[in-house]
């Protein structure tokens, strides 16, 4: 497998390994979440959350740029789309 590709897996294992811990299950213990969560990251149908990616950094004290590298996310900055800023129109009465 290409290192630079996304691996969410490859961040779940380090972690698993670094905390000392024997599986998925003590992981989400860990990090505070259930463990459906971390089957999903594993299997591709969530992805790593901003609020996960902290909590992650908190418990393995490895910074936010080292955990993002380790599932393969490269890039140097992040853009948040405007739309994101704007208010929601309010619905006429």
Known sequence: MDQF??????????????????NDAALSRALEVAPPVISK???RRLPVGASLLIRMHE????????LRHLMG????????????????EMAEA
């Open 41 to 43: 990251i594993r299997h």
């Open 5 to 22: 590709e996304y691996n969410p897996n490859r961040l779940l294992d380090t972690l698993i390994e670094k905390l000392h811990l024997k």
């Open 59 to 66: 418990v393995s004290e490895l910074s936010i740029r080292e």
């Open 73 to 88: 996310d490269r890039r140097n900055k992040f853009r948040i789309s405007d739309k994101q800023f704007k208010p929601k």
